[in-house]
């Protein structure tokens, strides 16, 4: 069974982040009803890993919601480590690439 949430009570998708997202998706064929699929994942020395995809299917514990016409989806263990998160993109010189954004150490 799927949650829908608040986006502000999980995470904040910046507009350069969306863009970025939604060009994937058309480059590469993505369904429009597939949803950003966020989750993490423990171990190793650095602490957290997050992973970013894309998801067709409906998984038990999944919570929704929508951001600028974005469906995203967070299993049900990763949802408390995204909480209160901004995922953002850079292209500037040290690279491109997503960056999640702690926003409650700030």
Request: proline share 1%.
């Amino acid at each position: 069974m799927s949650n829908a949430i608040d986006t502000s009570s999980t995470i904040l998708i910046t507009e350069k982040a969306i863009k970025q997202i939604k060009q994937i998706m058309n480059e590469n064929k993505i369904p429009e009803n597939y949803a950003l699929r966020v989750s993490v994942k423990g171990g190793g020395c650095s602490g957290f890993t997050y992973n970013l995809g894309f998801d067709g299917d409906e998984k038990d514990g999944d919570t929704f919601f929508n951001s600028n016409d974005l469906k995203v989806v967070v299993d049900g263990k990763s949802l408390f480590y995204i909480m209160g998160m901004e995922l953002d993109y850079s292209d500037g010189l040290n690279g491109k690439g997503f960056i999640f954004n702690n926003l409650e150490c700030n």
